[in-house]
């Protein structure tokens, strides 16, 4: 009987050159989507933060369209927390800005709400509504 013998070719495995090349790619697809990763959620919290500043700035202008509007006036910045209430220190700073409508007989309201971004910058979310005095004003 004869033995079949097989004779051994460079294609019959994987070298170790191959191995360390398919290694390196694959730490560095590991590296860029680590980054990716990081960067992607300081966007969700920045999302979060300025959805909440956005809360704030809603939930103060109606509070602020229930008021007389002939007594309405600016406010300086107030230091609130999430929910809106002063508080100091707070992370957010609320002001209401009130001027002069397009029309003598109304007001330009603007809900201004700053937000934390980053440890030494804020971003700012503003609404802004025309009130009317009224037809007897």
Same mark, same amino acid.
Request: proline share 4%; charged share 20%.
């Given at each position: 009987?004869?033995?079949?013998?097989?004779?051994?070719?460079?294609?019959?495995?994987?070298?170790?050159?191959?191995?360390?090349?398919?290694?390196?790619?694959?730490?560095?697809?590991?590296?860029?989507?680590?980054?990716? &990763?990081?960067?992607?959620? $300081? @966007?969700?919290? !920045? #999302?979060?933060?300025?959805?909440?500043? /956005? %809360?704030? +700035?809603?939930?103060?202008?109606?509070?602020?369209? &229930?008021?007389?509007?002939? $007594? @309405?006036?600016? !406010? #300086?910045?107030?230091?609130?927390?999430? /929910? %809106?209430? +002063?508080?100091?220190?707070?992370?957010?700073?609320?002001?209401?800005?009130?001027?002069?409508?397009?029309?003598?007989?109304?007001?330009?309201?603007?809900?201004?709400?700053h937000y934390p971004r980053s440890s030494s910058v804020m971003g700012k979310v503003e609404l802004a509504t025309i009130v009317y005095l009224g037809v007897g004003s």
């Amino acid at each position: 009987m004869k033995r079949a013998q097989r004779v051994l070719s460079c294609e019959d495995g994987f070298s170790i050159l191959t191995v360390l090349i398919s290694v390196v790619l694959v730490s560095i697809a590991i590296v860029a989507l680590s980054g990716t &990763t990081v960067y992607v959620l $300081s @966007l969700q919290t !920045e #999302s979060r933060v300025r959805s909440t500043a /956005t %809360g704030i +700035a809603a939930t103060y202008m109606e509070e602020v369209k &229930t008021r007389p509007t002939e $007594s @309405l006036a600016s !406010e #300086s910045q107030t230091a609130v927390d999430e /929910t %809106g209430r +002063a508080q100091d220190p707070a992370p957010f700073l609320r002001e209401l800005i009130v001027q002069t409508g397009p029309d003598p007989k109304s007001k330009l309201i603007t809900v201004r709400v700053h937000y934390p971004r980053s440890s030494s910058v804020m971003g700012k979310v503003e609404l802004a509504t025309i009130v009317y005095l009224g037809v007897g004003s």
